[in-house]
Protein backbone atom coordinates (compact mmCIF):
# COMPACT_ATOMS: atom_id res chain seq x y z
CA UNK A 1 0.00 0.00 0.00
CA UNK A 2 0.79 3.65 -0.68
CA UNK A 3 -0.11 7.09 -1.56
CA UNK A 4 0.33 10.62 -0.53
CA UNK A 5 -0.50 12.55 2.60
CA UNK A 6 -0.32 16.32 2.95
CA UNK A 7 0.03 15.51 6.16
CA UNK A 8 4.18 14.24 5.76
CA UNK A 9 6.73 15.54 4.70
CA UNK A 10 6.86 19.36 3.06
CA UNK A 11 4.97 20.27 0.32
CA UNK A 12 5.97 22.32 -2.44
CA UNK A 13 4.10 24.31 -4.83
CA UNK A 14 5.75 24.43 -8.64
CA UNK A 15 5.64 26.15 -11.59
CA UNK A 16 8.25 24.12 -13.51
CA UNK A 17 7.39 25.97 -17.32
CA UNK A 18 7.28 29.95 -17.72
CA UNK A 19 8.82 32.38 -19.50
CA UNK A 20 10.54 36.37 -18.95
CA UNK A 21 11.06 38.99 -21.25
CA UNK A 22 14.95 37.05 -22.20
CA UNK A 23 12.11 35.38 -24.82
CA UNK A 24 8.90 36.07 -25.55
CA UNK A 25 7.11 36.82 -21.77
CA UNK A 26 5.85 40.09 -20.87
CA UNK A 27 7.97 40.14 -17.37
CA UNK A 28 11.09 40.66 -17.06
CA UNK A 29 13.30 37.30 -14.94
CA UNK A 30 13.10 39.24 -11.88
CA UNK A 31 9.34 40.10 -12.26
CA UNK A 32 8.66 36.85 -13.08
CA UNK A 33 9.91 35.87 -9.69
CA UNK A 34 8.54 38.00 -7.47
CA UNK A 35 5.11 37.19 -9.34
CA UNK A 36 5.04 33.38 -8.21
CA UNK A 37 6.54 34.45 -4.95
CA UNK A 38 3.84 36.70 -4.13
CA UNK A 39 1.27 33.57 -5.01
CA UNK A 40 3.13 31.45 -2.53
CA UNK A 41 4.92 29.58 -5.07
CA UNK A 42 7.91 27.33 -3.40
CA UNK A 43 9.50 25.97 -6.46
CA UNK A 44 10.01 28.26 -9.57
CA UNK A 45 11.90 27.21 -13.30
CA UNK A 46 11.92 30.02 -15.53
CA UNK A 47 12.03 28.00 -19.08
CA UNK A 48 12.40 30.68 -21.82
CA UNK A 49 12.94 29.33 -25.48
CA UNK A 50 16.56 28.20 -25.77
CA UNK A 51 18.15 30.42 -22.87
CA UNK A 52 18.97 29.59 -19.24
CA UNK A 53 17.47 32.02 -17.14
CA UNK A 54 18.65 33.04 -13.56
CA UNK A 55 17.10 36.09 -11.55
CA UNK A 56 18.71 37.82 -8.67
CA UNK A 57 16.29 36.64 -5.70
CA UNK A 58 13.66 34.10 -5.48
CA UNK A 59 12.14 33.14 -1.76
CA UNK A 60 11.83 29.64 -2.47
CA UNK A 61 13.89 27.02 -5.01
CA UNK A 62 14.76 28.22 -7.84
CA UNK A 63 15.59 25.52 -10.40
CA UNK A 64 17.31 26.29 -13.67
CA UNK A 65 15.46 25.43 -16.99
CA UNK A 66 14.90 26.02 -21.01
CA UNK A 67 12.36 25.56 -22.92
CA UNK A 68 13.75 24.20 -26.48
CA UNK A 69 12.59 22.91 -29.99
CA UNK A 70 13.68 20.35 -31.41
CA UNK A 71 13.60 17.29 -34.41
CA UNK A 72 10.39 16.97 -36.38
CA UNK A 73 6.72 14.77 -35.55
CA UNK A 74 5.07 12.91 -37.60
CA UNK A 75 2.86 15.66 -38.50
CA UNK A 76 6.04 17.77 -38.80
CA UNK A 77 6.26 19.58 -35.85
CA UNK A 78 9.30 19.80 -33.52
CA UNK A 79 9.15 18.78 -30.42
CA UNK A 80 9.05 21.40 -27.55
CA UNK A 81 10.84 19.59 -24.73
CA UNK A 82 11.38 21.35 -21.21
CA UNK A 83 14.34 20.96 -19.49
CA UNK A 84 14.77 21.20 -15.84
CA UNK A 85 18.24 21.03 -13.02
CA UNK A 86 20.87 21.50 -16.24
CA UNK A 87 22.58 24.86 -16.12
CA UNK A 88 25.23 24.40 -18.90
CA UNK A 89 24.84 26.09 -22.17
CA UNK A 90 26.17 22.58 -24.06
CA UNK A 91 22.50 21.39 -23.72
CA UNK A 92 21.76 24.30 -26.23
CA UNK A 93 23.94 22.55 -29.04
CA UNK A 94 22.21 19.20 -28.78
CA UNK A 95 19.53 18.99 -31.99
CA UNK A 96 18.76 15.40 -31.75
CA UNK A 97 15.93 15.17 -29.22
CA UNK A 98 16.95 11.72 -27.97
CA UNK A 99 20.04 12.61 -27.72
CA UNK A 100 19.60 15.74 -25.74
CA UNK A 101 16.85 13.74 -23.28
CA UNK A 102 20.18 11.24 -22.61
CA UNK A 103 22.60 14.16 -22.11
CA UNK A 104 20.01 15.45 -19.71
CA UNK A 105 19.03 12.07 -17.59
CA UNK A 106 23.13 11.73 -17.70
CA UNK A 107 23.56 15.08 -15.95
CA UNK A 108 21.29 14.66 -13.18
CA UNK A 109 18.19 17.04 -14.77
CA UNK A 110 14.53 15.90 -16.21
CA UNK A 111 13.11 16.53 -19.09
CA UNK A 112 9.41 16.81 -19.79
CA UNK A 113 7.80 16.81 -23.18
CA UNK A 114 5.27 19.74 -23.71
CA UNK A 115 1.69 20.76 -24.61
CA UNK A 116 1.67 17.48 -27.08
CA UNK A 117 -1.54 18.43 -28.05
CA UNK A 118 -0.55 21.98 -28.68
CA UNK A 119 2.39 20.66 -30.51
CA UNK A 120 0.26 17.98 -32.82
CA UNK A 121 2.16 15.34 -31.30
CA UNK A 122 0.41 11.83 -32.09
CA UNK A 123 1.15 8.55 -29.72
CA UNK A 124 3.52 7.09 -32.28
CA UNK A 125 5.70 10.74 -31.47
CA UNK A 126 5.56 10.09 -27.76
CA UNK A 127 6.31 6.46 -27.92
CA UNK A 128 9.49 7.27 -29.89
CA UNK A 129 11.35 9.09 -27.49
CA UNK A 130 12.60 7.51 -24.35
CA UNK A 131 13.68 8.89 -20.97
CA UNK A 132 11.76 11.74 -20.33
CA UNK A 133 10.32 11.90 -17.13
CA UNK A 134 7.19 13.33 -18.21
CA UNK A 135 4.41 14.90 -20.73
CA UNK A 136 2.51 18.28 -19.96
CA UNK A 137 -1.01 17.07 -19.29
CA UNK A 138 -2.05 20.40 -18.58
CA UNK A 139 -0.73 23.78 -19.95
CA UNK A 140 -2.70 26.99 -19.06
CA UNK A 141 -1.24 28.79 -21.81
CA UNK A 142 -2.28 26.79 -24.19
CA UNK A 143 -5.89 26.04 -22.88
CA UNK A 144 -6.55 30.22 -22.70
CA UNK A 145 -5.25 30.70 -25.64
CA UNK A 146 -5.95 28.05 -28.36
CA UNK A 147 -8.32 25.34 -26.20
CA UNK A 148 -5.31 22.96 -26.71
CA UNK A 149 -4.38 22.70 -22.90
CA UNK A 150 -5.20 19.07 -21.89
CA UNK A 151 -3.14 16.20 -23.06
CA UNK A 152 -4.98 13.43 -20.99
CA UNK A 153 -5.43 11.35 -23.71
CA UNK A 154 -2.21 11.27 -24.79
CA UNK A 155 -0.75 10.51 -21.42
CA UNK A 156 -3.45 7.41 -20.58
CA UNK A 157 -2.45 6.44 -24.92
CA UNK A 158 1.12 6.21 -22.90
CA UNK A 159 -0.05 4.82 -20.28
CA UNK A 160 -1.93 1.83 -21.83
CA UNK A 161 1.23 0.89 -23.53
CA UNK A 162 3.01 0.27 -20.31
CA UNK A 163 4.86 3.96 -20.49
CA UNK A 164 5.77 5.09 -16.96
CA UNK A 165 5.91 8.62 -17.36
CA UNK A 166 4.14 11.29 -14.93
CA UNK A 167 1.79 13.79 -15.95
CA UNK A 168 2.58 17.47 -15.05
CA UNK A 169 0.84 20.42 -14.66
CA UNK A 170 1.88 23.91 -16.30
CA UNK A 171 1.40 27.59 -16.69
CA UNK A 172 3.62 27.97 -20.20
CA UNK A 173 3.14 31.87 -18.66
CA UNK A 174 3.59 34.54 -20.94
CA UNK A 175 1.16 37.44 -20.25
CA UNK A 176 0.94 36.96 -16.54
CA UNK A 177 -1.17 40.04 -16.03
CA UNK A 178 -2.73 40.59 -19.66
CA UNK A 179 -5.97 38.81 -20.45
CA UNK A 180 -6.31 35.84 -21.34
CA UNK A 181 -4.67 35.27 -17.99
CA UNK A 182 -2.16 32.75 -18.41
CA UNK A 183 -0.17 32.40 -15.14
CA UNK A 184 -0.98 30.52 -11.20
CA UNK A 185 -3.66 28.03 -13.46
CA UNK A 186 -1.36 25.16 -13.63
CA UNK A 187 1.21 24.00 -11.16
CA UNK A 188 2.48 21.16 -9.19
CA UNK A 189 2.73 19.75 -5.04
CA UNK A 190 6.12 18.52 -4.62
CA UNK A 191 6.65 15.85 -1.77
CA UNK A 192 10.42 16.32 -0.28
CA UNK A 193 11.84 16.01 2.92
CA UNK A 194 14.08 18.85 3.03
CA UNK A 195 13.40 22.50 0.72
CA UNK A 196 16.26 21.77 -1.76
CA UNK A 197 16.85 21.73 -4.82
CA UNK A 198 18.30 18.02 -5.43
CA UNK A 199 14.93 16.89 -3.21
CA UNK A 200 12.36 18.44 -5.41
CA UNK A 201 14.29 17.25 -8.36
CA UNK A 202 14.55 13.62 -7.14
CA UNK A 203 10.95 14.12 -5.97
CA UNK A 204 9.74 14.51 -9.31
CA UNK A 205 11.68 12.09 -10.80
CA UNK A 206 9.91 9.37 -8.61
CA UNK A 207 6.35 10.80 -9.14
CA UNK A 208 6.05 11.92 -5.77
CA UNK A 209 3.59 15.24 -6.51
CA UNK A 210 0.47 15.95 -7.92
CA UNK A 211 -0.29 18.39 -10.60
CA UNK A 212 -3.17 20.92 -9.94
CA UNK A 213 -5.79 23.82 -11.40
CA UNK A 214 -6.87 24.49 -7.82
CA UNK A 215 -7.72 21.47 -5.97
CA UNK A 216 -5.86 20.14 -3.14
CA UNK A 217 -5.47 16.55 -2.72
CA UNK A 218 -5.13 16.33 1.10
CA UNK A 219 -4.56 12.77 0.98
CA UNK A 220 -4.88 9.72 -1.51
CA UNK A 221 -3.99 6.09 -0.16
CA UNK A 222 -4.39 2.53 -2.32
CA UNK A 223 -4.14 -0.59 -1.76
CA UNK A 224 -4.96 -3.66 -4.06
CA UNK A 225 -8.30 -3.73 -3.29
CA UNK A 226 -9.00 0.27 -2.11
CA UNK A 227 -8.58 3.91 -2.96
CA UNK A 228 -9.27 6.69 -0.17
CA UNK A 229 -9.15 10.23 -1.57
CA UNK A 230 -9.61 13.50 0.69
CA UNK A 231 -9.58 16.57 -0.87
CA UNK A 232 -10.42 20.03 -0.68
CA UNK A 233 -14.31 20.23 -1.86
CA UNK A 234 -15.12 18.88 -5.41
CA UNK A 235 -18.20 17.37 -7.18
CA UNK A 236 -16.72 14.78 -8.92
CA UNK A 237 -13.92 11.76 -8.41
CA UNK A 238 -12.78 9.78 -11.78
CA UNK A 239 -10.36 6.71 -11.60
CA UNK A 240 -8.98 6.57 -14.87
CA UNK A 241 -7.63 3.25 -16.13
CA UNK A 242 -7.14 1.25 -19.02
CA UNK A 243 -9.73 0.73 -21.69
CA UNK A 244 -13.25 1.23 -20.33
CA UNK A 245 -12.35 -0.08 -17.08
CA UNK A 246 -12.26 2.89 -14.75
CA UNK A 247 -14.92 4.71 -12.60
CA UNK A 248 -16.48 7.87 -11.98
CA UNK A 249 -18.62 9.40 -9.37
CA UNK A 250 -20.25 12.74 -8.85
CA UNK A 251 -22.56 14.52 -5.90
CA UNK A 252 -25.08 14.60 -8.49
CA UNK A 253 -25.01 10.92 -9.56
CA UNK A 254 -24.66 10.27 -5.58
CA UNK A 255 -27.87 12.39 -4.61
CA UNK A 256 -29.71 10.51 -7.26
CA UNK A 257 -28.88 7.25 -5.93
CA UNK A 258 -30.50 8.54 -2.92
CA UNK A 259 -33.29 10.07 -4.35
CA UNK A 260 -33.78 6.66 -5.89
CA UNK A 261 -33.49 4.39 -2.54
CA UNK A 262 -35.49 6.59 -0.95
CA UNK A 263 -38.51 5.83 -3.31
CA UNK A 264 -40.78 2.94 -3.16
CA UNK A 265 -41.52 2.96 -6.72
CA UNK A 266 -37.83 3.71 -8.19
CA UNK A 267 -35.46 2.00 -5.91
CA UNK A 268 -36.36 -1.49 -7.38
CA UNK A 269 -34.39 0.37 -10.15
CA UNK A 270 -30.95 0.96 -7.96
CA UNK A 271 -31.34 -2.06 -6.55
CA UNK A 272 -30.12 -3.76 -9.51
CA UNK A 273 -26.63 -1.85 -9.10
CA UNK A 274 -26.64 -1.36 -5.01
CA UNK A 275 -27.79 -4.13 -2.65
CA UNK A 276 -27.55 -1.75 0.25
CA UNK A 277 -27.36 2.04 1.19
CA UNK A 278 -27.11 3.41 4.24
CA UNK A 279 -27.41 7.49 4.75
CA UNK A 280 -25.81 9.39 7.63
CA UNK A 281 -26.70 13.46 8.10
CA UNK A 282 -25.30 14.94 11.32
CA UNK A 283 -26.10 18.46 9.59
CA UNK A 284 -22.61 19.98 9.25
CA UNK A 285 -21.81 16.94 7.05
CA UNK A 286 -22.95 13.87 5.31
CA UNK A 287 -22.15 10.37 4.35
CA UNK A 288 -22.94 7.61 1.69
CA UNK A 289 -22.29 3.53 2.53
CA UNK A 290 -23.18 1.84 -0.90
CA UNK A 291 -22.50 -1.74 -1.42
CA UNK A 292 -22.85 -3.22 -5.00
CA UNK A 293 -24.22 -6.07 -6.61
CA UNK A 294 -20.95 -7.02 -7.73
CA UNK A 295 -19.46 -7.04 -4.17
CA UNK A 296 -18.01 -3.47 -4.02
CA UNK A 297 -18.28 -0.68 -1.99
CA UNK A 298 -18.08 3.27 -2.39
CA UNK A 299 -17.76 5.48 1.09
CA UNK A 300 -18.92 9.19 0.28
CA UNK A 301 -18.56 12.01 3.15
CA UNK A 302 -19.81 15.65 1.64
CA UNK A 303 -20.49 19.05 3.16
CA UNK A 304 -22.24 21.89 1.43
CA UNK A 305 -19.35 23.28 -0.32
CA UNK A 306 -18.62 19.38 -2.34
CA UNK A 307 -17.49 16.35 -1.52
CA UNK A 308 -14.17 16.20 1.04
CA UNK A 309 -13.74 12.04 1.07
CA UNK A 310 -14.27 9.23 -1.12
CA UNK A 311 -13.22 5.52 -0.78
CA UNK A 312 -13.94 2.79 -3.26
CA UNK A 313 -13.58 -0.61 -2.85
CA UNK A 314 -12.93 -2.90 -5.89
CA UNK A 315 -10.22 -5.11 -7.12
CA UNK A 316 -7.63 -2.86 -8.62
CA UNK A 317 -4.98 -5.52 -9.24
CA UNK A 318 -6.43 -6.28 -12.67
CA UNK A 319 -5.47 -2.97 -13.63
CA UNK A 320 -2.09 -2.12 -15.65
CA UNK A 321 -2.60 0.99 -13.87
CA UNK A 322 -5.03 3.67 -12.50
CA UNK A 323 -5.19 7.35 -11.42
CA UNK A 324 -7.19 9.38 -9.96
CA UNK A 325 -8.68 13.29 -10.66
CA UNK A 326 -10.89 14.97 -8.49
CA UNK A 327 -12.73 18.10 -10.37
CA UNK A 328 -13.90 21.65 -7.90
CA UNK A 329 -17.06 22.86 -9.14
CA UNK A 330 -15.41 25.37 -11.19
CA UNK A 331 -14.47 22.30 -13.18
CA UNK A 332 -10.71 22.34 -12.24
CA UNK A 333 -9.05 19.34 -11.87
CA UNK A 334 -6.39 17.87 -9.33
CA UNK A 335 -4.60 14.41 -11.06
CA UNK A 336 -2.66 11.94 -8.88
CA UNK A 337 0.57 10.13 -11.14
CA UNK A 338 -0.55 6.62 -12.46
CA UNK A 339 -0.13 3.51 -10.03
CA UNK A 340 1.16 0.39 -11.82
CA UNK A 341 0.32 -2.93 -11.15
CA UNK A 342 3.21 -5.51 -12.81
Known amino acids: MAGLSMYEGLWLKGSLHCHSSLSDGLLSPDEVARFYAEKNYDFLSITDHEKLTKVASFSGIYCSGVEVSRGKSRLGEPYHIVILGIDDPAILGINDPQNLIDYVNSAGGLAIIAHPYWSNLTHEDLSQLQGYAGIEIYNTGCDVEVAKGYGLVHWDSLLSSNRKVMGIAVDDAHRYVRPPIDADGGYIWINVNDARLKDALESIRAGRFYSSMAPKIIYFHYTQSSIRVKSTPAVKLNLIAPNGRGFSISLNTIQGIIDCWRDPERKRIIERMITSL ?38 LSKYTYFRVEVIDHEGRYAWTNPVHNP
Open 278 to 315: DYVDEGSYKAVYAETVKNEGISVKYNCEGVTEIEIRRD
